[in-house]
């Protein structure tokens, strides 16, 4: 469904299209033309920000997954082949520490119609009746408007803005996919324990890995625009992640 038809979204994004304009018309005295891009940016830091809550509870339900994990590897090993017992052991497990194993994710779901609703401003032509003012603005020589491919067969000034963006977006997954990696990895004792993994997980393991970088290619046929606020908001997660983790301390650190 396209959020933008609905009339209150709509109205939305039409005055986030105003606050762009203004964001832009404030900073182009120190930015001069880029001044539409550094306003995309302003605007989704300041979307993530709201979005903050979400972020912390995707840690601390990393957390939790942590603590349990020992736990969680016991159980699999000694009800292997009874799946029926494994999962009345999992509930009164979860139940017992007062978590689930989706804890984390009902916030996820919350924020994306925010994002979505976001994403809207940067893809569509015309807002509330209007054409959409930003994609026709032009920055370090690319239209907001246009796609990698528009402008492939252009000048090199034209696609080099684009390429450092899908390069910085491509940059932010690879990070962030490592320090999932290193933070959600199973304590020693976990490991002591873990059960084998099957032959097909380990056959689509490489596929996962390489998932997300999809949506490096997905950034390269969207709009300038939106892959400038997909490449931002993927640097804002980045940065989150690495404050929050440290923030909240880790349950497997040695207390101070």
């Known amino acids: 469904m396209d959020l933008s038809t609905i009339p209150f979204v709509s109205t939305i994004l039409d005055g986030l299209a105003g606050f762009v304009a203004a964001t832009g018309a404030a900073l182009e005295p120190f930015t001069g033309s880029w ?6 940016v302003v605007l989704t830091v300041l979307v993530r920000l709201l979005l903050l809550p979400v972020g912390v509870s995707q840690v601390r339900a990393e957390r939790t997954r942590r603590r349990l994990a020992p736990e969680l590897a016991a159980l699999r090993k ?6 029926e017992e494994l999962n009345r052991a999992l509930v009164e497990l979860y139940q017992r520490h007062g978590t689930s194993p989706v804890a984390g ?5 919350a924020q994306a119609p925010v994002v979505s609703a976001v994403y809207a401003l940067f ?16 920055v370090g020589g690319v239209p907001l ?5 528009q402008l492939i067969g252009t ?20 990070l962030t996919r490592r320090a999932s990696a290193r933070w959600t990895a199973v304590p020693d004792e976990a490991a002591a324990v873990r059960t084998p993994v099957s032959a097909g997980t380990a056959a689509i393991a490489p596929i996962m890995r390489w998932l ?31 404050v929050l983790r440290r923030t909240l301390r880790d349950p497997f650190a040695p207390a101070v």
């Open 155 to 174: 000048t090199v000034t034209a696609v080099w803005p684009f390429l450092v963006v899908l390069l910085l977006l491509a940059l932010a997954i690879e």
């Open 212 to 242: 997300p970088f999809l949506s490096v290619g997905f950034a390269a046929i969207v709009p300038f625009a939106a892959a400038v606020y997909l490449a931002t908001s993927a640097l804002w997660t980045v940065a989150e992640r690495a």
């Open 35 to 40: 001044a539409p891009l550094f306003a995309i």
């Open 78 to 83: 000694r009800y292997a082949g009874r799946p």
């Open 123 to 138: 893809v569509h032509q015309d807002i509330a009746g209007h054409a959409n003012t930003l994609l026709s603005a032009v």
């Open 105 to 109: 994710c009902l916030p996820l779901l």
């Open 145 to 149: 408007g246009s796609n990698l491919f």
